[in-house]
Each structure stands twice: as C-alpha cells, then as structure tokens.
C-alpha cells in the first residue's frame, strides 16, 4: 500500500491510490411509482485510466474496498412530469440497509418545467465491504417525481444523479 | 477466591500474634524495670555499672528497641505477604488472559468457518434458483411443475438453514464480545443484518431471483479475508489489509447466461 511515485502519466502503468475515492453517476431517469423508499441505480464510475478502481459498485450498491472516513456527496438532478402543485421529494443515505441518521434532504419542486440539484452530504466511517445506497421517496406518485437524465444538444449528458466518495483519512 | 480468604486470614492471625507479643514483650520490661530499686545518686537518664535504667529510660530505650525491631519485622513479614500476594494476582490474572486469547482464537476460528459456511449456503440458493429458472424452459408442464415445486421447498429449507448459520454467527459474537475487537463485532453483526434482511425474490415474469447476490458475496469474503488476518501469535488483527483487488463482482450476465442454459 500507499502512494508509489507519480507514474499517472506514462502510458501501460497502473496507477495506484493510497486513499479511495469513486465518483458514480446514472444516466437513468428514474422516477417512482410508489410511496415507498427506493434506491437510487446507479450504472457508470468514472474512468482511471488503467488505474485501479478503490470503490466498487452494483447497481445502487456502492461497496467499500478501504476501511476509513469518507466524505459523500451525492446530486439527484430532481424534477417531474405533470402537475403544479408543490411535491416533496427525500433523499438520504443507507448503510448496510440501514437508515444513516441526519441524512435526509427535502427539495420541492413546483412545476415540470423546474430542474433543480440538491446536494447531499455526509461524512461517516465506513469498513471494508459496507455497502452505501443513496435512498429516494417522495409525496405523490403519478406525478412523474424523481431524478432526470437530460440530454442537451451539444453538451454532454446530465446524469440523474452524480455521486463522489472520498476517503479522508 | 477461597485460597485469597484464607490467606487474608492467615495474615491477620499473624498480626494479632505479633501484636500480643510485643505488648507483653514491653509490658514485662517497663513492670521489671519499674520494680527495680536504683541508686539515688543515678540520674534519670544515667547507665553504667552502678546506675541500672530508670523506668523512664527503661521505656524509650525499650520502646525504640523492641518496637522498632518488631516493626521492622513485621514491615518486612508484610513486605513478604504483599509481595506474595501481588505475585498469586500476577499469576491469575495471566492464566485470565491466556483464558481470553483462548477464546478468541476460537471464536475467530469459528466464525472463518461460520462464515465460509454463510458462502456455500448462499450458493447452493443461488444455484437452486438457476435449476428453478431453467425449469421454466421445459417443455412438459407437468414436469415443470413438480421440478419447480420440489426446488421451492429445497430453497425455503437452504433459506432456513442460510438463517440458523447466520444465528450462529451472532452467538459466537454474543458470546466473545467480550475478547473480541468492538469495531470486528459491529462489522460481523452489520453482514448479519445485511444478508438477513435479503429474501429469494419471483419477478413479473415468474422467474426467481436473489436480489445482491454479488455483494452479499462480496461483503462476506471480505470479511473472511479480515478474519484472515489474525494472528494467533499476538492475538491481533493485522491492520495490513489488502486494499485494493481485481473487481469480485461478476457481471449480471454470467447469471443470465447460466440460467438461459
């Protein structure tokens, strides 16, 4: 272990981390049709170029490879479908399909045409194999509540959801 | 405690014994000497040939003498049980650690095993659920049928059994949480609940699944691997952890391909 000279720019050599990080996004819009928690899928993790990667992850399932503190921040790209009255929508942090406390953020979205970002941050000590979720519920169904992928002409994707993990220690 | 009883016992026997002594010791001195005629011409504190001790002299001299030395000795005799005692302390308290290390060899020992047991229990679950998923593709229902029903019960008793080793893994932890490390406990106990709380599941299409396969898997290797690193030597887990490794997720596909055949 531990951080073994900068050869991050020669061609054909893995680099290799001494703390973990991971950066997750899904390029899903996911939107519930129920009043229970859900979890947030994620699908792509960002590219090291040959490197190790020091977090893995399934689906909604972001699994820790490195005892210690880190620091999460996820951003649910939030909106809905039809309707204009005001609809709250949750979104928190699980760990080990259990509810992390003072997790939860709220946003409200008004109307269809609103797009908004809501951050969410954590900072909890995580062992090796603990599986992290970031968990969704909002106030109504049939609204089409939930987090967009949007595709600008021109412009890369918007994922649904951008989630970066750091270790701090 | 009974042999730390009846030492104190002893000790105090000894004192009281040593107590008594030493008061009819000075006690005879001081009535001798009180006794005793001297000659008028002698100072209090005169002593030669012709001037015994005056009483009072008799009682400091005497005091200083015999006080200090039974003091002395009895110091030295306490000394020796003190010191006889810290050491019979020593000895259990090394023979209580020794229990302890004991105990935790073997409560680590277990649970490697418990938990590579969890593994093969979780796979052979996994493995009745392909069999059940490729028994759709049968062509004969009735056949079809009875292999699916048969699997079903096979899975809630690999289902139960998958709980009963689960509950033996908390056991040993109720039961060492006392040798072993808070943070090892709380990461086992936490794998319990995690794969406890995760059910064989039928989707839409009738097929059935066992949702976070891979990661349960995964968390337990990981455990496992943990485990590993126990010394029996210095009864410590190694904090050298292997970091980082090749990916242990498999992909989804494998299990799709598995059960299509």
């Known amino acids: ?169 | 405690m009974k042999p730390s009883i009846s030492h104190f016992q002893g000790t105090k026997f000894t004192g009281v014994l040593f107590f008594l002594a030493f008061l009819a010791g000075t006690s005879t001195i001081h009535f001798a000497a009180g006794v005793e005629e001297r000659d008028s011409t002698c100072e209090r504190f005169d002593w030669n040939q012709s001037c015994d001790l005056s009483p009072t002299a008799h009682l400091l001299v005497g005091d200083v003498l015999i006080a200090g030395g039974i003091g002395g000795v009895l110091a030295f005799i306490f000394y020796r049980l003190e010191h006889r005692n810290q050491m019979k302390i020593d000895k259990i308290l090394e023979s209580q650690q020794a229990l302890n290390d004991r105990r935790k060899d073997y409560a680590i020992e277990h649970l490697k095993s418990t938990l590579n047991l969890t593994l093969f229990a979780m796979s052979t679950i996994r493995g009745s659920i392909t069999h059940y998923n490729a028994a759709r593709m049968l062509k004969e229902k009735s056949d079809q049928k009875w292999i699916q029903s048969t699997i079903l019960s096979q899975l809630k008793a690999q289902e139960g059994k998958l709980g009963r080793i689960l509950q033996n893994v908390r056991t040993i932890l109720t039961a060492s949480n006392d040798v072993l490390e808070p943070n090892v406990v709380s990461r086992i106990w936490g794998v319990c609940n995690y794969i406890i709380g995760i059910e064989v599941q039928q989707k839409e299409d009738g097929t059935m699944m066992y949702p976070k396969y891979n990661v349960c898997i995964l968390k337990v290797r990981y455990l496992i691997q943990h485990l590993q690193t126990y010394s029996p030597v210095n009864h410590l887990f190694s904090e050298n952890e292997e970091p980082y490794e090749s990916p242990l997720i498999p992909s989804e596909l494998g299990e799709v391909k598995e059960v299509q055949q």
């Open chain 1, 1 to 169: 272990m531990g951080l073994r000279g900068n050869t991050a720019n020669q061609p054909g050599t893995n680099r290799d981390y001494r703390k973990a990080f991971g950066q997750f996004s899904s390029n899903k819009t996911q939107r519930l049709d129920s009043l229970t928690a859900h979890e947030i899928e994620l699908d792509s993790q960002e590219d090291l170029a040959g490197g190790v990667h020091t977090i893995d992850f399934e689906k909604g399932d972001i699994v820790i490879k490195q005892s210690g503190i880190y620091l999460i921040i996820a951003c649910p790209q939030i909106g809905k479908v039809r309707g204009t009255i005001p609809r709250w929508i949750d979104f928190w942090v699980r760990l080990n399909n259990v509810d992390v406390q003072n997790s939860n953020i709220r946003a409200v979205v008004m109307d269809p045409q609103e797009k908004t970002v809501v951050p969410l941050n954590s900072v909890l000590p995580l062992n090796r194999g603990d599986t992290l979720n970031i968990m969704m519920a909002v106030e109504s169904m049939g609204e089409g509540l939930g987090i967009e992928a949007i595709e600008p002409d021109g412009e890369p994707t918007i994922p649904s959801i951008i989630v970066t993990l750091v270790q701090l220690d």
